[in-house]
C-alpha cells in the first residue's frame, strides 16, 4: 500500500480543502486504472477535527473505508508552526525561530514508522518508505517529498506585500516579515506544480489572470450542498466568525429588526439558534459573517449569500488584510467598520449580484467550477508521467 500525505496551513478549512484533493488525485488514478492511495492528515485539532471530517466524509469512508487516515505526532508537529492564540508577530517570530528544528522532526516521523488512526477509529502502522508524495495548501513546512499545491496566494508574495504597506497597518516588524519571507519561498519553489485559485487573495490586482508561477484554476472547493426541506425558517444571519470585539452591536441591531441569528457556536453568539453551515444556502439568510477565509468567501459567493466581514486587526495574519481587499475590491462582500446594520443590509442586493456575476466569469473562464478536478488532473498527469506506479 501506498500513501499521500497532506500539509496545509491553520484552520478548519485548509484541512478539509487538502483532504478534498487528495481524493480527486485518487479518483484521476483510479480513472486510469491505477491503485488508490491511503492519504495520511495530519490530526491537529483533536475530537473537532475528528468530528468534522466525519460528518464531511462520511460517504467517501463507507465507498473507501480506511482511505482516511489521521495522524497524530504529524499534527502535533505541524500545528506548533500555526497561528493560534495570541499575536500574528509572536507566531511569525516562533516560525521562523523552530522552523529548522521542526522540519527535522517531520522528515524523521515521516521517514520511519508510525501509528495513524482511520475515521472509523481503526490504527494502522504506516512505513515512511510508502509515503509516495505529498499534497498541499499554503504549507508551513517542507516535507522532504514530491509535493504539489493547490493554494490561494504564495505566502512569500503576502509577507513581501504585507512589508511594503504604510506603518502602522501592521503590528510587525518589516524585517521580520522579510525573514519569513525567504523561508516562505523556499518551501513555495521546492513544489513540483502550483495551481493558484481565482478569485483569491491578489486577484484584485491588474495582470493577476496570468501568474509566471503558477496555473490558475478555479476555486478549490467542493460542491455547495443546498438546504432543503425544511420549512418555517425565519429570516436571519448566519455567523461564523467568532471572538470578534463589536458584532455584539450587530447582534443586538439583529434582533431588534427582527432577524434571527444562526450559528454552528452559540457559546460565541449570545442568543443563536444552532445550524449547520448549510443553512447559509437558504433565502431567508440575509447575510453571513465570517473572517475571510477563502473557504468561507467561496461558499458565501458560490451560496449567493452576501458576506460581511470584520475589519482588520493590525495583530492580525497579514493574508486577511489583502483578503478584505480582495473581497471589497471584486465586489463579493462588505468589510464591516462599524456602521449600522440597516446600512449593510442596503448593500445585500448588490453584492448578490456580483457574486452571481463572478461565479458566471469563473465559469466562462474555465469552462468548470471544479477547480480541485482540475489542480488533481494536472498533478495526477505529473505525477504518472514521472514516477513508476
Not at 477509529?121 to 508524495?133: F, S, Y
Amino acid at each position: 500500500m501506498k500513501y499521500i500525505v497532506t500539509n496545509f496551513a491553520y484552520g478548519t478549512g485548509p484541512y478539509l480543502r487538502t483532504t478534498e484533493l487528495a481524493i480527486a488525485f485518487n479518483d484521476e488514478l483510479e480513472k486510469r486504472g491505477k491503485p488508490r492511495f491511503k492519504v495520511i492528515i495530519p490530526f491537529v485539532y483533536g475530537k473537532r477535527q475528528q468530528q468534522v471530517m466525519r460528518e464531511e466524509f462520511s460517504e467517501h469512508d463507507r465507498r473507501y473505508p480506511g482511505e482516511l487516515l489521521l495522524d497524530a505526532a504529524l499534527g502535533e508537529m505541524l500545528g506548533s508552526m500555526f497561528y493560534a492564540k495570541g499575536t500574528y508577530e509572536a507566531s511569525l517570530s516562533r516560525w521562523i525561530k523552530e522552523i529548522p528544528a521542526i522540519s527535522r522532526q517531520i522528515r524523521d516521523h515521516l521517514g520511519g514508522k508510525f501509528e495513524v488512526e482511520s475515521l472509523g477509529g481503526n490504527k494502522e502502522m504506516v512505513h515512511g518508505k510508502d509515503i509516495v508524495l505529498e499534497l498541499n495548501r499554503s504549507p508551513r513546512v517542507a516535507y522532504g517529498l514530491p509535493s504539489y499545491s493547490a493554494t490561494f496566494a504564495f505566502t512569500g508574495e503576502i509577507l513581501d506585500q504585507a512589508s511594503q504597506e504604510p506603518e502602522g497597518t501592521f503590528a510587525v516588524s518589516r524585517n521580520l516579515f522579510l525573514e519569513g519571507k525567504k523561508i516562505a519561498d523556499e518551501i513555495e519553489e521546492s513544489q513540483k506544480l502550483t495551481c493558484l485559485t481565482y478569485p483569491a487573495t491578489f486577484s484584485y490586482e491588474p495582470g493577476y489572470t496570468v501568474h509566471h508561477r503558477a496555473a490558475l484554476i478555479p476555486p478549490t472547493l467542493g460542491p455547495v450542498q443546498r438546504l432543503s426541506g425544511h420549512v418555517g425558517i425565519k429570516e436571519g444571519i448566519y455567523v461564523t466568525v467568532t471572538g470578534i470585539p463589536g458584532l455584539e452591536r450587530l447582534y443586538r441591531e439583529a434582533h431588534e429588526l427582527g432577524l434571527t441569528l444562526y450559528s454552528n457556536d452559540q457559546e460565541s453568539v449570545p442568543g443563536s439558534v444552532h445550524a449547520l453551515p448549510q443553512m447559509i444556502t437558504r433565502p431567508e439568510i440575509k447575510l453571513h459573517f465570517a473572517r475571510s477565509g477563502w473557504s468561507s468567501v467561496w461558499y458565501s459567493m458560490f451560496a449567493g449569500s452576501p458576506l460581511v466581514v470584520p475589519d482588520f486587526d493590525p495583530t492580525d495574519d497579514p493574508e486577511i488584510y489583502f483578503n478584505n481587499q480582495a473581497v471589497e475590491k471584486l465586489g463579493i462582500g462588505i468589510v464591516y467598520r462599524g456602521e449600522p446594520l440597516f446600512e449593510i443590509m442596503k448593500k445585500a442586493e448588490t453584492v448578490r449580484e456580483r457574486q452571481k456575476d463572478l461565479v458566471v466569469d469563473i465559469e466562462k473562464r474555465f469552462g468548470t467550477l471544479g477547480g480541485t478536478e482540475i489542480a488533481a488532473r494536472r498533478f495526477a498527469d505529473d505525477f504518472l508521467r514521472t514516477q513508476n506506479v
